[in-house]
């Protein structure tokens, strides 16, 4: 889900020595595996006692500080009793596709997060077949038909705003991307990766575009504009790690908004201040990140119920309130007392898809300080097709321009 | 650098030894073959295989249409400016300290310096990038401490998230294999023949001209190839330096086949790979025809 690191060569060569995959017989006999909603997977308290005897949830590149989810992790586990396997946290979306193609049953992730431009042909088998079993959480209707496929087969589940992240030493503190050209910045400014690579990088340039003149159709000021830093001295091409804030190779960065709380954690813990702020002059929000259920899920209950969780609009007991007696009563009332995903990843400076539906009803918490977009400002989705479009121009033009 | 491992058979006085030694030799050969078979020729193989395919699965050349144009025909050119500006840079200083360790060095300094390049010729990676990040890089210790000094190393056009960056960095494990892999051909410069030389009435220079540096030549010419390729296929420590600003084809290739943005470009990336299969082949074969000449002299 997050950088890419390693190539899947050893799954690759593990596939070829083991049986072919798919899901263990006794599940394969269940009609969980197939039930396209709650309903049809007998409702709330049958789902949870069926998922409570799987004993166990795959997922996979799902980082802890990563939008909360160490968090959503911490308290499935607390209130349903289900061990949950995250396969190599810090992989990227090809990994995630590429394990369900080729690794063995026991390894098969039950669900998956990846980006919404891996939904396409790289989701399918060789035969066509989507990887990806249809399932519609009870809260479908509060997914917009923007990011989700009308089957069910993929929906998005968070997106990220691009923040400016800047150590507090740093002086004057930015407010928006255009300030970032300050001669005081020189040898200062980062990006979180290479954009043709990585998500975070990419979608900051589009933000920087949106701030210098560009629209959601046109990336190229953006590419411009940290040419121009380049050029300037102020950008450096470290990628913007925890390990290279650390030894200070860089003090302002341009961040996904949900890695903020981990990363003001983790600066603290070494005693430093890192702060962050919505720039005033573009505040963009990603395309979300999608879930989707393995159509080879070896825990198709849990996988259910995990998506479910992650859907719900509750407030309610987190990791460290769930208590014993909590544990013991029947499904539903347990999933209905728990704080849902929803609300876990708004927690974690993420946008939960269901935001707008949620402002409505008032079910949504309040977001942690210095992450909310300022009332007023006007904030700018592109859609799939503008984010492909301008993925090529990022491709084609990045390295010349900075080279 | 791995030492070529050559199988000579002598002299057999008829062809039934011959057979069962030969049989004999290679027996202990079967897991370098096994584990050359498993991660060298199948994936080779499955690479070049791929790079002929389209996403549908049908036979295409087109991946080797894409992989001539920019950004990756840029990628090429700077991978192989950046293998021959590392070499360059290293052969001759490497060389040099070879030589003069080798002739002027105490047997204790010699022993010291051997296993020091053993060890610095294979720091690499994050490691090295964090190195040097730390110590000059925009923010870096050194760099502040030179700066209290007066010295700005980033007032002019220097930045070490450059290509001049990469090329200082690779530096750091260039020259010390160039000691490695260039100290044996000066152990086999015999002191007897500068001593015929000078006896013969040869100066100095005459004995550089005529039989120094053509008996060094070959070594320090496979030792270039070798550094060159070293340089042009170098991976983790360029990509914990630079955000795809120094275009490099083993970072595209990384890109393309997990990356999180271009998708569907992986057997592109495969058709990368075999151009760097195919450069360092090229940069490879003089290297072992060169080997072969100079074993003449070292043995």
């Known amino acids: 889900m997050r950088k890419h690191l390693i190539v899947g060569v050893a799954v690759a060569l593990s596939a070829a020595v083991l049986p072919s995959v798919t899901a263990s017989s006794a599940n394969a006999a269940s ?31 799902v980082p802890r500080d990563w939008a909360n989810y160490g968090e959503a992790i911490d308290a499935f586990q607390k209130a349903f009793g289900i061990k949950i396997n995250d396969d190599n946290p810090d992989g990227s979306s090809a990994y995630e596709l590429q394990t369900i193609k080729t690794a063995p049953a026991s390894k098969q992730p039950d669900v998956v997060d990846i980006g919404i431009t891996h939904t396409g042909a790289e ?87 949106l701030a210098n003149g560009g629209s959601l159709t046109n990336v190229q000021p953006g590419i411009d504009f940290f040419a121009a830093l380049k050029k300037s001295g102020n950008f450096v091409s470290v990628p913007a790690t925890g ?49 989707a259920i393995n159509a080879k899920a070896p825990h198709c209950a849990a996988a259910r119920l995990w998506e479910e969780f992650l859907y719900s609009q509750n ?37 939960p898809i269901m935001e707008a539906a949620m402002k409505t009803k008032g079910t949504l918490v309040t977001p942690p300080a210095g992450f909310e977009i300022p009332k007023g400002q006007k904030t700018y989705s592109p859609s799939f097709d503008q984010v492909v479009a301008a993925r090529d121009v990022v491709n084609k033009n990045w390295a010349t321009a900075t080279a | 650098m791995p030492e070529t491992v050559e199988v000579e058979i002598k ?83 490497g060389a040099l300290f070879a ?26 990676g994050v490691p090295l990038a964090f190195m040097f990040i730390a110590a000059i890089g925009a923010q870096g210790s050194a760099t502040t401490l030179l700066k209290n000094l007066g010295i700005d190393l980033y007032s002019g056009k220097f930045t070490l998230f450059s290509f001049t960056g990469l090329v200082i960095v690779y ?36 004995y550089w001209r005529n039989i120094g540096i053509p008996i060094l030549f070959p070594s320090f010419a496979a030792s270039f190839l070798l550094l060159f390729a070293n340089g042009f296929s170098a991976y983790a420590t360029a990509r914990a330096m630079t955000v795809g600003n120094v275009a490099l084809v083993p970072l595209q290739i990384g890109s393309l086949v997990d990356g999180n943005i271009q998708v569907g470009g992986a057997n592109i990336g495969k058709a990368l790979a075999m151009g760097m299969v195919l450069i360092s082949a090229v940069a490879m074969i003089p290297y072992l025809v060169i080997q072969r000449r100079t074993r003449r002299w070292q043995s």
């Open chain 1, 31 to 61: 009609a969980i595996c197939t039930a396209p909603n709650l309903q049809a997977a007998g409702g709330m308290d049958a789902l949870v006692k069926a998922a409570k005897a799987e004993k166990q949830l795959n997922i996979i590149t």
């Open chain 1, 123 to 209: 989701a399918q088998d060789s035969l066509g077949r989507s990887l990806f079993t249809p399932y519609k959480v009870a809260n479908w209707k509060d997914i917009s038909t923007d990011w989700k496929d009308a089957n069910g087969l993929w929906y998005g589940d968070y997106s990220g705003s691009i923040s400016i992240a800047y150590d507090s030493t740093v002086s004057p503190a930015p407010t928006k991307i255009a300030d970032l050209t300050n001669p005081a910045y020189k040898g200062m400014v980062a990006l979180g990766g290479d954009p043709t690579a990585a998500t975070e990088a990419f979608t900051s340039v589009f933000a920087a575009a």
């Open chain 1, 243 to 291: 390990a290279n804030y650390a030894s200070g190779a860089y003090k302002i960065a341009l961040s996904w908004s949900y890695n903020g709380p981990g990363a003001i954690a983790s600066a603290a813990g070494i005693g430093k201040t890192l702060k962050y702020v919505t720039p005033s002059d573009a505040a963009l929000i990603a395309p979300p990140y999608v879930q």
């Open chain 1, 315 to 351: 407030k309610g007991l987190t990791s460290k309130t769930i208590t014993t007696a909590d544990t013991k009563l029947s499904g539903s009332a347990l999933f209905a007392k728990l704080q849902g995903g929803q609300n876990i990843w708004a927690l974690g400076a993420a946008h």
């Open chain 2, 11 to 93: 002299g057999a006085t008829s062809r039934g030894t011959l057979n069962r030694r030969n049989l004999l030799v290679l027996l202990p050969l079967i897991p370098i073959f096994v584990y050359l078979g498993a991660f060298f020729l199948f994936p080779m193989s499955r690479v070049l295989f791929d790079s002929f395919k389209s996403n549908k699965g049908e036979f295409t050349l087109e991946n080797f249409q894409i992989v001539l144009h920019n950004p990756y025909r840029l990628a090429f050119l700077t991978s192989i400016k950046l293998g021959l500006v590392s070499a360059l840079t290293a052969a001759l200083p």
């Open chain 2, 99 to 124: 030589y003069l360790i080798e002739i002027k060095g105490s047997e204790r300094i010699k022993k010291l310096v051997s296993s020091l390049s053993g060890v610095l010729s294979s720091t690499g």
């Open chain 2, 171 to 206: 530096l750091y494990f260039q020259i010390p294999i160039m000691v490695v892999v260039f100290t044996p051909a000066v152990k086999a410069l015999r002191n007897e023949w500068h001593e015929a030389a000078t006896n013969l009435g040869a100066t100095r220079f005459n």
